[in-house]
T-cell receptor, first 109, second 117 residues
């Protein structure tokens, strides 16, 4: 089955800096790669996604890149704000979504 | 509300008790997923329904876990003879489309936190 590894597990940045989270996956059949943000006591919420026929996608301060050959994808958040503090999960989808173990992002004011 | 609703939000069970967790998906969503999330980890897949059909139950940890969606809407996850290792947050998610593979956005509920003493 699919295996997703996510790094780093924790990330602390100053407000205004950029944050990068990286994931690798194992199943070449995966063709949909969403990123979710989870706040304490809530369910994950989709923030951006990318499909396998696209290499990069951007939405305001958030961007995702995908390298299908290397089987890795990354989340980039620019101009971070304290409200960006949360746990972020990547996922790779081949029939069902397999999630990484999450990155706890802390943005210090 | 228009989101995915789960109940109960919190459940404490004594070891050996049976529990039932309910999920009300977004109206009209074809696909429904159950995930288990242990503390500090990502959600792990349990089972998937397309309408009333359970198409994948490969993630259910044992035969003590059972899920149903009899009318293609509300779903129930049942855990029999609960054990301490069943303690986790159980997340339900729905998606508008079906298809295999499912490449639609998952809308998650807030989860049911199960604690087995």
């Amino acid at each position: 089955g699919e295996n997703v590894e996510q790094h780093p597990s924790t990330l602390s940045v100053q407000e205004g800096d950029s944050a990068v989270i990286k994931c690798t996956y194992s199943d070449s059949a995966s063709n949909y790669f969403p990123w979710y943000k989870q706040e304490l006591g809530k369910g994950p919420q989709l923030i951006i996604d990318i499909r396998s026929n696209v290499g990069e996608k951007k939405d305001q301060r958030i961007a995702v890149t995908l390298n299908k050959t290397a089987k890795h994808f990354s989340l980039h958040i620019t101009e971070t704000q304290p409200e960006d503090s949360a746990v972020y999960f990547c996922a790779a989808t081949a029939g069902k979504s397999t999630f990484g173990d999450g990155t706890t992002l802390t943005v210090k004011p | 509300g228009a989101g995915v609703s789960q109940s109960p939000r919190y459940k404490v069970a004594k070891r050996g008790q049976d529990v039932a967790l309910r999920c009300d998906p977004i109206s009209g969503h074809v696909s429904l997923f159950w995930y288990q999330q242990a503390l500090g980890q990502g959600p792990e897949f349990l089972t998937y329904f397309q309408n009333e059909a359970q198409l994948d139950k490969s993630g259910l940890p044992s035969d003590r876990f059972f899920a149903e969606r009899p009318e293609g809407s509300v779903s129930t996850l049942k855990i029999q003879r609960t054990q301490q290792e069943d303690s986790a947050v159980y997340l339900c998610a729905s998606s508008l489309g079906g298809g295999n593979p499912n490449t639609g956005e998952l809308f998650f509920g807030e989860g049911s936190r199960l604690t087995v003493l």
